[in-house]
């Protein structure tokens, strides 16, 4: 059974930093692309940064270019994204993705709120 569950968030000032975990059970994270994914308030859900299988990475938003890097420890089956320099803009409810055989799986997600 495939399951991704989220952590890591919370409240944080802003220029703090986080780093959010997704755990996967059910497959091998190393072999599927692996996304990150935020959704605020009011907002359409927002592709953030991308793992490949390869372990190429990509963020999406131009918005956290440079602030963001997405990473995974095979390991532990687990993909990270380390979140610094957090803006107010940045408050989110932050998903982990992964698709497999044509089906798009979903964490239910873990807050992020940046406010002082």
């Known amino acids: 059974q495939v399951q991704l569950v989220e952590s890591g968030g919370g409240l944080v000032q802003p220029g703090g930093s986080l780093r959010l975990s997704c755990a996967a059970s059910g497959f091998t994270v190393s072999n599927y692309v692996m996304n990150w994914y935020r959704q605020a308030p009011g907002h359409a859900r927002e592709l953030v940064a991308t793992?490949?299988?390869?372990?190429?990475?990509?963020n999406w938003a131009d918005s956290v270019k440079g602030r963001f890097t997405i990473s995974r420890d095979n390991g532990e089956n687990t993909v990270y994204l380390q979140m610094n320099s957090l803006k107010p803009e940045d408050t989110a409810v932050y998903y982990c993705?992964?698709?497999?055989?044509?089906?798009?799986?979903w964490g239910r997600g873990t807050q992020v709120t940046v406010s002082s």
């Open positions: 993705s992964v698709r497999l055989a044509n089906t798009h799986y």
């Open positions: 793992i490949s299988n390869t372990g190429g990475s990509t």
